[in-house]
């Protein structure tokens, strides 16, 4: 049975930025580094919240790196799923973190130990790289973003959840993995925030699988498979302080929705009383369901700023990763799986090579060979002598026959060789892709990881034994006498009692937690309701009832279907991704004067054009626009829209009522269509005919 443990927990702060020295703000947070402790001044108090390793802003990306992810980079060396994740508010750090420590570094560890491993071993290494955006999953080693299709999430019992279709590239050099990662990088989400410039408007996650063939003394194969997952998260946002409007704020909207899902998964699985796991509630925690509870070693990288402008997110985040610290792990050995690239590259090389050893035998040339001269032999000596040259014209095109045979065979022979030379050169055996130098480079670099993994294992323990003396309270221990007595129960209870206020204190900061965020979320639905809102009096007022209605539930009359596995509205029969592309007018047989023909050579204006009506900008009436301005039914309409914008008591739309209004245009226009019909019908038969005129 497999050993759980608990979720590692680094927390990290970044130095002040440029606007935040601009506006002097002063520093809330502070990092102590030898106790693991990350201290924090809110309001009229402080409080200290104790992770597995901390950072301050002076630490260095590499310190960073050895101390949180490269054991874990080890274990999956040796066969273990890992999971690499940063958290944080936007614009804390989170992306600088990832692709400037722990991205490269991972990279440079994973192809040090193959090339200090045994000659023996042989590695097979591919990566893919895909992001979340607005909950669809994007391939992001596509050629282009008009060729990203959002892909969908399988689960089966041997691979787990996985993106069913995702590109996976074989790599066997850091620079090969970090040119994939810069393509992948190419085509993510971002966009620009008050908080942030290059604010990450999507989750990326890149995956390294690493797969290792060892023989044992026995000369026995073993499979070991160990994927590394290193997730990029977006940052959580508040819309008062980013400032999103319109697809910012929608994008925002999903990434709290999915960051919720996350804190709701984490506090599942810390409260040990639930029955129910929420991993279904987004894309992104089915894709981490492994990594949360499962059997995956995970380590958790949360980032925050110092400054006091950001002392609610900050508190926030630090309470998101103090609970994180309970989540409990069972990590197993991936050993000799059934579905690995490297069983199968390796039944394609023996395969290539017995094909080729049966192609170049000597017995089989020579058994090709004689076959013909033998029965050529034996045919033509009963023949007579007026035979003699047709036998020998047929001979000559048997033997043509048997040299261009041999050609095709050799052809095929050198197909099979490079075919084997490429198969070949995707595998990488252990020792052999470095030189001397690079070898004592990487086992220089292996030993510091090893001298810093046992400096920080003694600085845990000291920690441990600090904690059990500070919360030891031995009710009966003995004492000199009754002042001592009273002294060190005092001591105590004022401990307890500090303890005591603290949690109150933090019961209390929850609440106002709460609070805040609940009237956040009110003010981003009001502001998505106002858009909605004027999204539905766009479609009443230009586009016709009979198509408006197609756009509706199919329950309500509509052809709008929810899909289950997509997660959206789909319309069956409308194809969206081949554009709006207009048919290609054909040539009006409106006649032209002279005059036309050659004013349209020299002039713009669109008045000579005969063709391409639909390029032509519209001319407004100028003479009805007071007439629209003072129609009573627009002003009432845009009056009720500013109205419920500026009144904060209304948080729902009367989508009902303007569902019933366009149907009742549509019946109104669709009796009225049928009335003119038959007036049409009526008159006509009324007319006399020509014979009885």
Same mark, same amino acid.
């Given at each position: 049975?497999?050993?759980?443990?608990?979720?590692?927990?680094?927390?990290?702060?970044?130095?002040?930025?440029?606007?935040?020295?601009?506006?002097?703000?002063? =520093?809330?947070?502070?990092?102590?580094?030898?106790?693991?402790?990350?201290?924090?001044?809110?309001?009229?108090?402080?409080?200290?919240?104790?992770?597995?390793?901390?950072?301050?802003?002076?630490?260095?990306?590499?310190?960073?790196?050895?101390?949180?992810?490269?054991?874990?980079?080890?274990?999956?060396?040796?066969?273990?799923?890992?999971?690499?994740?940063?958290?944080?508010?936007?614009?804390?750090?989170?992306? %600088?973190?990832?692709?400037?420590?722990?991205?490269? +570094?991972?990279?440079?560890?994973?192809?040090?130990?193959?090339?200090?491993?045994?000659?023996?071993?042989?590695?097979? =290494? %591919?990566?893919?790289?895909?992001?979340?955006?607005?909950?669809?999953?994007?391939?992001?080693?596509?050629?282009?973003?008009?060729?990203?299709?959002?892909?969908?999430?399988?689960?089966?019992?041997?691979?787990?959840?996985?993106?069913?279709?995702?590109?996976? *590239?074989?790599?066997?050099?850091?620079?090969?993995?970090?040119?994939?990662?810069?393509?992948?990088?190419?085509?993510?989400? =971002?966009?620009?925030?008050?908080?942030?410039?290059?604010?990450?408007?999507?989750?990326?996650?890149?995956?390294?699988?690493?797969?290792?063939?060892?023989?044992?003394?026995? +000369?026995?194969?073993?499979?070991?498979?160990?994927?590394?997952?290193?997730?990029?998260?977006?940052?959580?946002?508040?819309?008062?302080?980013?400032?999103?409007?319109?697809?910012?704020?929608?994008?925002?909207?999903?990434?709290?929705?999915?960051?919720?899902?996350?804190? +709701?998964?984490?506090?599942?699985?810390?409260?040990?009383?639930?029955?129910?796991?929420?991993?279904?509630?987004?894309?992104?925690?089915?894709?981490?369901?492994?990594?949360?509870?499962?059997?995956?070693?995970?380590?958790?990288?949360?980032?925050?700023?110092?400054?006091?402008?950001?002392?609610?997110?900050?508190?926030?985040?630090?309470?998101?990763?103090?609970?994180?610290?309970?989540?409990?792990?069972?990590?197993?050995?991936?050993?000799?799986?059934?579905?690995?690239?490297?069983?199968?590259?390796?039944?394609?090389?023996?395969?290539?090579?017995?094909?080729?050893? %049966?192609?170049?035998?000597?017995?089989?040339?020579?058994?090709?060979?004689?076959? =013909?001269? +033998?029965?050529?032999?034996?045919?033509?000596?009963?023949?007579?002598?007026?035979?003699?040259?047709?036998?020998?014209?047929?001979?000559?095109?048997?033997?043509?026959?048997?040299?261009?045979?041999?050609?095709?065979?050799?052809?095929?022979?050198?197909?099979?060789?490079?075919?084997?030379?490429?198969?070949?050169?995707?595998?990488?055996?252990?020792?052999?892709?470095?030189?001397?130098?690079?070898?004592?480079?990487?086992?220089?670099?292996?030993?510091?990881?090893?001298?810093?993994?046992?400096?920080?294992?003694?600085?845990?323990?000291?920690?441990?034994?600090?904690?059990?003396?500070?919360?030891?309270?031995?009710?009966?221990?003995?004492?000199?006498?009754?002042?001592?007595?009273?002294?060190?129960?005092?001591?105590?209870?004022?401990?307890?009692?500090?303890?005591?206020?603290?949690?109150?204190?933090?019961?209390?900061?929850?609440?106002?937690?709460?609070?805040?965020?609940?009237?956040?979320?009110?003010?981003?639905?009001?502001?998505?309701?106002?858009?909605?809102?004027?999204?539905?009096?766009?479609?009443?007022?230009?586009?016709?009832?009979?198509?408006?209605?197609?756009?509706?539930?199919?329950?309500?009359?509509?052809?709008?279907?929810?899909?289950?596995?997509?997660?959206?509205? *789909?319309?069956?029969?409308?194809?969206?991704?081949?554009?709006?592309?207009?048919?290609?007018?054909?040539?009006?047989?409106?006649?032209?004067?002279?005059?036309?023909?050659?004013?349209?050579?020299?002039?713009?204006?669109?008045?000579?054009?005969?063709?391409?009506?639909?390029?032509?900008?519209?001319?407004?009436?100028?003479?009805?626009?007071?007439?629209?301005?003072?129609?009573?039914? *627009?002003?009432?309409?845009?009056?009720?829209?500013?109205?419920?914008?500026?009144?904060?008591?209304?948080?729902?739309?009367?989508?009902?009522?303007?569902?019933?209004?366009?149907?009742?245009?549509?019946?109104?226009?669709?009796?009225?269509?049928?009335?003119?019909?038959?007036?049409?019908?009526?008159?006509?038969?009324?007319?006399?005919?020509?014979?009885?005129?």
């Amino acid at each position: 049975m497999s050993k759980s443990e608990t979720i590692k927990v680094a927390f990290r702060l970044r130095p002040l930025n440029s606007t935040e020295k601009q506006a002097g703000r002063s =520093v809330c947070c502070v990092a102590h580094e030898d106790e693991g402790v990350i201290e924090m001044q809110y309001g009229d108090s402080s409080k200290r919240f104790t992770f597995d390793s901390v950072f301050s802003a002076s630490s260095s990306q590499r310190r960073i790196y050895d101390v949180t992810t490269a054991p874990l980079v080890q274990s999956v060396l040796e066969g273990f799923n890992g999971t690499v994740f940063a958290y944080g508010q936007t614009g804390a750090g989170k992306t %600088h973190t990832m692709e400037g420590s722990i991205i490269p +570094n991972t990279f440079e560890h994973i192809f040090d130990h193959i090339a200090l491993n045994s000659a023996k071993d042989r590695y097979l =290494v %591919h990566a893919s790289f895909f992001e979340i955006y607005n909950e669809e999953i994007r391939d992001l080693l596509t050629a282009g973003k008009s060729q990203q299709n959002s892909l969908e999430l399988r689960e089966s019992t041997d691979a787990g959840v996985y993106v069913q279709g995702l590109t996976s *590239t074989v790599v066997k050099s850091a620079a090969e993995i970090d040119a994939v990662l810069q393509n992948g990088n190419k085509n993510r989400s =971002v966009g620009s925030t008050l908080m942030n410039s290059q604010s990450s408007r999507s989750h990326s996650i890149f995956s390294i699988v690493v797969e290792c063939c060892s023989t044992d003394e026995h +000369n026995n194969e073993h499979i070991r498979v160990g994927k590394l997952n290193l997730v990029d998260l977006a940052g959580s946002e508040r819309q008062s302080k980013t400032g999103a409007t319109g697809e910012r704020l929608k994008e925002a909207t999903k990434i709290n929705l999915s960051l919720s899902a996350l804190g +709701n998964v984490i506090s599942a699985l810390v409260d040990g009383k639930a029955k129910h796991i929420p991993y279904r509630d987004s894309k992104l925690t089915r894709i981490l369901q492994d990594s949360l509870g499962g059997n995956t070693k995970t380590v958790m990288l949360a980032n925050a700023g110092p400054a006091d402008c950001n002392a609610d997110e900050s508190l926030s985040t630090l309470r998101y990763a103090n609970r994180a610290k309970n989540i409990k792990n069972k990590p197993v050995i991936n050993e000799d799986p059934k579905d690995t690239l490297l069983r199968g590259y390796q039944e394609e090389i023996a395969r290539l090579k017995e094909r080729l050893a %049966h192609m170049s035998s000597p017995e089989a040339q020579l058994g090709r060979s004689t076959g =013909v001269e +033998n029965s050529a032999a034996k045919e033509s000596l009963p023949k007579l002598e007026q035979e003699r040259h047709d036998e020998r014209a047929s001979l000559q095109k048997r033997l043509e026959e048997e040299q261009k045979a041999r050609m095709d065979t050799e052809r095929e022979r050198r197909e099979l060789q490079q075919h084997l030379v490429e198969m070949e050169a995707k595998l990488i055996v252990g020792g052999e892709i470095a030189s001397s130098a690079t070898k004592q480079e990487a086992a220089l670099r292996k030993a510091n990881q090893e001298l810093i993994a046992k400096r920080e294992s003694e600085l845990m323990l000291t920690r441990r034994m600090n904690e059990q003396e500070e919360e030891k309270l031995n009710l009966e221990e003995r004492y000199k006498d009754v002042a001592t007595e009273i002294k060190e129960k005092t001591r105590k209870l004022k401990k307890v009692w500090g303890k005591y206020l603290e949690a109150k204190s933090e019961i209390k900061d929850m609440e106002q937690e709460a609070l805040r965020e609940h009237t956040e979320m009110l003010d981003t639905i009001r502001e998505l309701n106002k858009q909605l809102k004027l999204k539905e009096f766009v479609i009443s007022s230009f586009i016709p009832p009979q198509y408006a209605l197609l756009y509706d539930d199919a329950e309500q009359g509509g052809r709008a279907v929810w899909d289950e596995a997509r997660e959206a509205w *789909t319309i069956p029969g409308l194809n969206t991704r081949r554009g709006n592309r207009l048919r290609e007018r054909q040539a009006s047989g409106r006649p032209e004067t002279e005059f036309s023909r050659e004013m349209k050579m020299v002039d713009s204006n669109p008045r000579w054009r005969s063709e391409d009506i639909v390029d032509l900008e519209l001319v407004m009436p100028v003479q009805k626009a007071p007439a629209a301005r003072d129609d009573p039914n *627009t002003i009432d309409a845009i009056a009720a829209i500013l109205a419920i914008d500026m009144d904060d008591k209304v948080d729902e739309l009367p989508l009902n009522e303007i569902r019933k209004s366009r149907q009742k245009k549509y019946l109104k226009a669709e009796s009225s269509s049928k009335q003119k019909q038959k007036r049409r019908k009526d008159k006509a038969k009324s007319r006399p005919t020509t014979a009885a005129l």
